[in-house]
């Protein structure tokens, strides 16, 4: 008799529905249908993750199994352009990185004398914020760049994508409590990144700082300082009195001196999108980095799927720019539609050229794009013969990185049995038709640091829509989190009350049963849930379902019978009971309990 092979075949992290079924040897249509039959729709050229891919091939019954193509580097790695001998040097952009509530804010507002926490809802950075600021080192003033990532769970993608934006990472730890959960997972962003990492070691002025611990806890981390023979720079600061502020900047642009960090001037300005909100009176407005080239007021860029005649350069503290060169955080308005969070922008020659390109890319987006699905989501569907209950909701937030965050923090709440379903996004004020698309859906509005105006606010009173506000993003997804909680359908719990074993039987009909016999355990009340069993240990059986509707001490009603004792028992039955001499009746309560996420 042949044994069946396994065929393996390597397929990337990303593959497209197209590619998988020619790698499968199969026509398109067959892996589309299968998609389609577990509720994707989804075209030839759009894109499955590789988990996905596994629950088809496994749904379609073939004996190949799926292998990720090993790559030859990070795929978030930005590749560094190559420079010409034109090249100058330019300020180093440093990411600042870290656990919540360890200090990155206020050593940012030590550095640029600025009370940016306090005005942070929650004291929690919601936004990545760029700025520059000029520290004089060696007798010259000298530009360095910052970004303030946030530092609370939900912010994750944002966090990430500063790691990826930057030369330097700062990891701000501590010193009275050491390295936590997040300081972990922004070292491991900073090395996927391949940048050099620095590590500011916070509130040495509080009682209970301990250096010696945090050092060792780095070294877990596979982070040597210089002191242990390592490469790690350790900066001690405290943000309260300033001290070690100073050194920690010379430190910074050191390390920007050994890694040469170098960019052209003299071509069409390039960079990334780091946020993107709509302003009253000024439409869409970007946060952007330009990372080489020039950028000037006047110039047009195309940025995603959307392009701007740049109507205001300005620096991100507001002082009005005519240019900007590599590694200047900039805020540009004239953009026709709001361009993404993390979209490369550059400078084209002419409008018709910066349309032309931003079409392209939409087109690109809309037909080669991730399906917005991952194998989580997918199980569920394939499971769905087990209902799951959905909580629809539609989500505005102001700027494009706080919607990501939200959104990814809300996906991580689904489970198999309830699940967010996000009826409508977006970005700015909401409005009369986020009102009624959540009446249509039967909807709940969440706005995040965005405005509700009055007559939205009457309109959706009118309609029974409910809008919640929020301006800290934990405090929103404790919310949606409750709603979930709530649609969990409660665990039923049984508990054993006592047992009687029948001794005699003395009147049998369709409905009811009168016996009599001893209470063997526990002790009996009536009414109460019972079932009647026949025969013992692994040859028990469950003969009914029954209810106690009444229980006798010898003539007497009794409401309770305790162990040891003789008693009668009527027994109530939805259909007829052959009650026989031996049989026990096993009396319990039954309850539900709330459950929780």
Do not use: W
């Not at 067959?30 to 729709?41: P, S, Y």
């Not at 920690?248 to 050994?258: E, I, N």
């Not at 049998?508 to 009340?525: A, D, S, Y």
């Not at 509707?549 to 010898?554: A, P």
Request: charge should be negative; glycine fraction near 8%; include cysteine.
């Amino acid at each position: 008799m042949a044994t069946a092979t396994t065929t393996t075949i390597e397929i990337e992290d990303m593959i497209t529905v197209g590619t998988l079924a020619e790698k499968l040897m199969l026509p398109v249509s067959r892996v589309i249908g299968e998609l389609m039959r577990n509720g994707v729709m989804a075209t030839v050229n759009e894109r499955i993750d590789f988990d996905t891919a596994q629950i088809i091939v496994g749904e379609l019954g073939l004996d190949v199994e799926l292998k990720r193509q090993e790559e030859a580097a990070p795929a978030t790695t930005r590749v560094k352009r190559a420079i010409s001998d034109k090249a100058v040097t330019r300020p180093p952009v440093v990411a600042v990185m870290g656990h919540v509530d360890h200090g990155k804010t206020s050593l940012l507002d030590a550095i640029r004398s600025a009370q940016v926490a306090r005005g942070e809802a929650g004291g929690i950075t919601q936004h990545i914020s760029a700025y520059q600021i000029t520290h004089e080192y060696n007798g010259v003033g000298r530009k360095i760049t910052f970004l303030d990532t946030p530092g609370h769970e939900a912010f994750a993608a944002i966090r990430e994508h500063g790691a990826l934006l930057t030369d330097i990472a700062i990891i701000v730890v501590a010193a009275d409590d050491g390295v936590k959960p997040q300081t972990i997972e922004a070292i491991r962003f900073a090395r996927k990144a391949g940048v050099r990492i620095v590590v500011a070691m916070n509130k040495m002025d509080k009682e209970g700082a301990n250096p010696s611990m945090v050092k060792g806890q780095l070294a877990e981390q596979d982070l040597l300082i210089e002191e242990y023979g390592g490469d790690i720079v350790v900066v001690e600061v405290s943000a309260k009195t300033g001290k070690g502020v100073p050194e920690l900047l010379d430190m910074l642009l050191l390390v920007a001196d050994v890694e040469e960090l170098k960019a052209e001037t003299d071509l069409p300005g390039t960079g990334l999108i780091i946020e993107a909100h709509v302003e009253q009176g000024r439409g869409p407005v970007a946060h952007a980095l330009v990372e080489s080239g020039t950028v000037k007021r006047g110039d047009f860029v195309v940025a995603g799927g959307s392009y701007a005649k740049i109507r205001n350069l300005e620096s991100t503290s507001g002082e009005k720019l005519t240019a900007a060169t590599p590694s200047t955080p900039v805020v540009i308005t004239g953009f026709k539609t709001l361009p993404e969070f993390g979209d490369e922008f550059m400078v084209v020659s002419n409008e018709k050229q910066a349309r032309a390109q931003s079409e392209a890319i939409s087109v690109g987006k809309n037909s080669g794009g991730r399906l917005d699905m991952n194998s989580t989501e997918l199980i569920r569907m394939i499971n769905r013969n087990n209902k799951v209950e959905e909580f629809n909701i539609i989500i505005k937030a102001d700027v494009q990185g706080s919607l990501t965050s939200v959104m990814d923090s809300l996906k991580a709440l689904d489970t198999d049995e309830v699940a967010v379903r996000v009826v409508g996004s977006g970005i700015g004020t909401i409005t009369e038709n986020d009102a009624h698309m959540a009446h249509t859906s039967k909807a709940v509005i969440y706005g995040f640091n965005v405005t509700l105006p009055a007559n939205i606010r009457q309109h959706a009173a009118r309609d029974k829509v409910s809008i919640r506000m929020y301006k800290v993003i934990y405090e929103l997804i404790d919310d949606v989190k409750l709603e979930l909680t709530d649609r969990l359908a409660p665990e039923i719990t049984e508990t054993d009350m006592g047992r009687l074993v029948v001794r005699g039987i003395f009147n049998t009909t369709k409905t009811e049963v009168i016996c009599g016999g001893e209470v063997t355990k526990g002790k009996l009340v009536a009414p109460a849930m019972a079932r009647v069993m026949r025969g013992k240990g692994s040859e028990e059986t469950k003969i009914a379902d029954v209810e106690v509707t009444g229980l006798k001490r010898g003539p007497q009603e009794a409401k309770e019978v305790f162990e040891g004792e003789m008693c009668g028992m009527s027994i109530r039955t939805t259909s007829r009971v052959d009650l026989q001499d031996g049989d026990h009746i096993e009396l319990f309560t039954r309850e539900s309990v709330k459950r929780t996420l």
